[in-house]
T-cell receptor
Framework: AQSVSQHNHHVILSEAASLELGCNYS??????LFWYVQYPGQHLQLLLK??????LVKGIKGFEAEFIKSKFSFNLRKPSVQWSDTAEYFC????????????FGGGTRLMVKP | DTAVSQTPKYLVTQMGNDKSIKCEQN?????MYWYKQDSKKFLKIMFS???????INETVPNRFSPKSPDKAHLNLHINSLELGDSAVYFC?????????????FGPGTRLTVT
């Protein structure tokens, strides 16, 4: 069965620190990859997505992610975090022939200290 | 304007009851979904519904049934509620069911079964 792993469950950073959140998936076929963010008390919002082409994708709010096919990874990065980035981050994967049903990772809770 | 809305926001009920959660999207999307987020923040797809075609996650008990009166609505009915049904339920929609179509999420409904 397809699975998505986020190894960092909780991350605490100070403002201006760099961020990298790991995401690995187990499916070997063609996949689409997403990062969603859930700010406290709010609904899930799309940060960025990868379908094909340039493996380095840029999203909103200065986030980017790199797809490394050989490592089955899609790590999220931001060079300098802000207090307002405090949120829960979810990696998600779907297969092209799976009816767009997303499989989510367990989430990473990021806390940025001012 | 709220793109994907859910009612109610909170629902507290007793075991054995039957309840419904409503979802409406005003984006003109063709596909809608229901996800369940448990107490550990794990998000799991429950259903995908497109043009009367229902795709069910095999792990979902048959006490759960989605009902779509029209393209803009996908309501979730739950019969004989159990303690383990306590969770946050998210509705989502996408323009089409193709892999990679961005999903827009509602604010969630927190269901508590006592």
């Amino acid at each position: 069965a397809q699975s998505v792993s986020q190894h960092n469950h909780h991350v605490i950073l100070s403002e201006a620190a760099s961020l990298e959140l790991g995401c690995n998936y187990s499916y070997g076929g063609t996949v689409n990859l997403f990062w969603y963010v859930q700010y406290p008390g709010q609904h899930l919002q799309l940060l960025l997505k990868y379908f094909s082409g340039d493996p380095l994708v840029k999203g909103i709010k200065g986030f980017e992610a790199e797809f490394i096919k050989s490592k089955f990874s899609f790590n999220l990065r931001k060079p300098s975090v802000q207090w307002s980035d405090t949120a829960e981050y979810f990696c998600a994967v779907n297969r092209n022939n799976a009816g767009n049903m997303l499989t989510f990772g367990g989430g990473t809770r990021l806390m940025v200290k001012p | 304007d709220t793109a994907v809305s859910q009612t109610p926001k909170y629902l507290v009920t007793q075991m054995g009851n039957d309840k419904s959660i409503k979802c409406e999207q005003n984006l003109g999307h063709d596909t809608m979904y229901w996800y369940k987020q448990d107490s550990k923040k794990f998000l799991k797809i429950m259903f995908s519904y497109n043009n009367k075609e229902l795709i069910i996650n095999e792990t979902v008990p048959n006490r759960f049934s989605p009902k779509s009166p029209d393209k803009a609505h996908l309501n979730l009915h739950i019969n004989s509620l159990e303690l383990g049904d306590s969770a946050v339920y998210f509705c989502a929609s996408s323009q089409d069911p193709s892999g990679g179509a961005e999903q827009y999420f509602g604010p969630g409904t927190r269901l508590t079964v006592t």
